[in-house]
């Protein structure tokens, strides 16, 4: 045995019951943002099997180390000078982590910052994570202060070096084996799975399958679940796929997993991105899109048997469609309000568009006439061909929930790691396809209403 398994024997026996390798992970950074900084130290713990392997490395961070930060790690610009950057190192630390458990103190932390350098590497990465300020506090709920200054003065551990990345995994993994011991082994592992976020993998499913999805990606994207004949049972989109997936596959067992052979993921930039695919996707695989809870409301204009448009406030269906919608409403008084406020301004006549109140006898002369805002032109033959002209030519302009004049804009995402953009154009709270038909998603207007938050540098009216 080596003095490593020595050293920690109930930590080896507990991680080989989870049945995946085990990293214990910590790294040092050059700050503390997770989308600007950069790593300059890796240290790794992996158990597996029943045994551990220690690793470190120095990275180039590719910029200058803040005087405070080599202060607080003793990590400087000239140790890290002929160090590789974390992109040459990607594939060589890949197969240390992919498809195992990470454990950090602060996991959020060392996991985001690993996940964006992979990414902008170009490799997806993700794994079910463990973090021990979480477990601290759940296994130790008497003491008030759960960091590792904290853990260490009140386990005893012994430190040559604090906040150089080896040495406190190092302190961690004698954390743990404490915990074990005090806190046996069954509240450990009941602990420890419930607190991972994102979860492990199910054991029902097959190895085959879980390799698949624990190569997945923590990002935007559509995921396509096939059989064994590549046919395409469920198509979803995600913000953060693999998370999501482990997720729900930990709370449910979807018979497109059980059914499945493989997946396919598409990445995308944003989860505008991510819907735009999914809709090309679906068509693709002739998938039906499936219909939410929620009932969106939109306006439709049907030619009636004396030629005129008519205003119909119909359901708007998840889905692709030939026409773009004109408004979008979640009530149908809304609309209604919003259909006569909409004739008024534009001009237009509510008897031939037939948005009277019901109570307003059909017998009865026009209002409009009767206030002295139309001449009756619009019963005419050639009166109801230019009415229908101005209906269309004005129902782009019909309110689209409450945004506004945000009748018809383009909007650009942009993934903040690698510097892609894509731009879509947004009409009636739907999305342009290339082959010109329109879709529209449930999910679509709130995350239409993050992205107005953002102002002009994203969104550009149209009309």
């Given at each position: 045995m080596?003095?490593?398994?020595c050293?920690?024997?109930l930590?080896?026996?507990a991680f080989a019951?989870?049945e995946?390798p085990?990293?214990?992970?910590?790294?040092?950074?050059?700050g503390g943002?997770?989308?600007?900084d950069r790593?300059?130290?890796?240290?790794?713990?992996?158990?597996?099997?029943g045994?551990?392997?220690?690793?470190?490395?120095?990275?180039?961070?590719?910029?200058?180390i803040?005087?405070?930060?080599?202060?607080?790690t003793?990590?400087?610009?000239e140790?890290?000078?002929?160090a590789?950057?974390?992109a040459?190192?990607?594939e060589?630390l890949?197969?240390?982590l992919?498809?195992?458990?990470v454990?950090?103190?602060?996991s959020r932390?060392d996991?985001?910052?690993l996940?964006?350098?992979f990414?902008r590497a170009?490799?997806?990465?993700a794994?079910p994570?463990?973090?021990t300020?979480?477990l601290?506090?759940k296994?130790y709920?008497?003491?008030?202060?759960?960091?590792?200054?904290?853990?260490i003065?009140?386990?005893g551990i012994?430190?040559e070096?604090?906040?150089?990345?080896?040495?406190?995994v190092?302190?961690?993994?004698?954390?743990?084996?404490k915990a074990?011991?005090?806190c046996?082994?069954q509240?450990?592992?009941?602990?420890?799975?419930?607190?991972?976020?994102p979860?492990?993998?199910?054991a029902?499913?097959s190895?085959?399958l879980?390799?698949q999805?624990?190569?997945l990606?923590?990002r935007?994207?559509?995921?396509?679940w096939?059989d064994?004949?590549g046919?395409?049972?469920h198509?979803?989109e995600h913000?953060h796929?693999?998370?999501?997936?482990a997720?729900?596959?930990?709370?449910?067992?979807?018979d497109?997993?059980v059914q499945a052979?493989?997946?396919r993921?598409i990445?995308?930039?944003?989860?505008?991105?991510?819907l735009?695919?999914?809709?090309?996707?679906?068509?693709e695989?002739?998938?039906?899109?499936?219909?939410?809870t929620?009932t969106y409301?939109t306006?439709?204009?049907?030619?009636?048997?004396?030629g005129?448009l008519?205003a119909k406030v119909e359901p708007?269906?998840?889905?692709k469609?030939?026409?773009k919608p004109?408004g979008?409403?979640l009530?149908?008084?809304s609309a209604k309000?919003?259909l006569t406020?909409?004739?008024?301004e534009?001009?237009?006549?509510?008897?031939?568009?037939?948005?009277?109140?019901q109570t307003?006898?059909?017998?009865m002369?026009?209002?409009?006439?009767?206030a002295?805002?139309?001449e009756?032109?619009?019963?005419?033959?050639g009166?109801?061909s230019?009415?229908?002209?101005?209906v269309?030519?004005?129902?782009?302009?019909l309110p689209?929930a409450d945004w506004?004049?945000?009748?018809?804009?383009?909007?650009?995402?942009t993934?903040v790691?690698?510097?892609?953009?894509?731009t879509?154009?947004?009409?009636?709270g739907a999305?342009?396809l290339p082959d010109?038909?329109?879709y529209?998603?449930?999910?679509l207007?709130t995350?239409?209403?993050?992205?107005f938050?953002?102002g002009?540098?994203v969104v550009?009216?149209?009309?």
């Open positions: 080596s003095d490593l398994m050293r920690w024997p930590l080896v026996s019951r989870l995946r085990v990293v214990i992970v910590d790294l040092e950074t050059t943002n997770m989308l600007t790593i300059t130290e890796v240290a790794m713990l992996r158990f597996e099997q045994k551990v392997m220690r690793r470190e490395w120095l990275v180039n961070p590719q910029r200058p803040p005087p405070f930060i080599t202060g607080l003793g990590i400087d610009d140790m890290v000078k002929d590789p950057g974390f040459v190192l990607a060589e890949l197969p240390f992919q498809g195992a458990v454990v950090a103190h602060n932390f996991y985001t910052f996940r964006h350098e990414q170009g490799i997806d990465f794994a994570a463990l973090c300020v979480q601290s506090r296994l709920p008497q003491f008030h202060k759960h960091n590792l200054d904290s853990i003065e009140r386990c012994v430190m070096q604090r906040h150089r990345a080896m040495a406190d190092l302190a961690l993994a004698e954390f743990l084996e074990l011991c005090e046996g082994v509240e450990f592992e009941a602990r420890s799975r419930a607190l991972m976020h979860k492990m993998l199910p029902w499913l190895s085959d879980a390799d999805l624990y190569a990606p923590d935007h994207g559509v995921l396509i096939l064994k004949g046919r395409a049972l198509l979803i913000e796929a693999f998370s999501e997936v997720s729900y596959l930990h709370l449910t067992k979807p497109h997993a052979a493989a997946v993921f990445p995308a930039v944003g989860g505008l991105h991510a735009w695919l999914k809709a090309q996707l679906a068509q695989y002739g998938l039906r899109h499936e219909q939410g929620k409301l306006v439709r204009f049907r030619e009636s048997e004396t005129e008519q708007l269906r998840s889905g469609h030939i026409q004109y979008l409403f009530h149908k008084k309000r919003a406020a909409w004739a008024a534009m001009g237009l006549c509510p008897s031939v568009l037939d948005i009277l109140p307003y006898a059909r017998d002369p026009c209002p409009a006439m009767v002295g805002k139309c009756g032109s619009c019963a005419s033959e009166g109801k230019l009415h229908n002209e101005r269309l030519a004005h129902a782009g302009l689209v506004g004049r945000m009748h018809d804009i383009e909007i650009t995402e993934d790691l690698n510097g892609q953009c894509v879509f154009r947004c009409a009636g999305l342009s010109g038909s329109w529209f998603d449930e999910g207007p995350l239409l209403k993050m992205k938050k953002l002009s540098r550009k009216m149209l009309g």
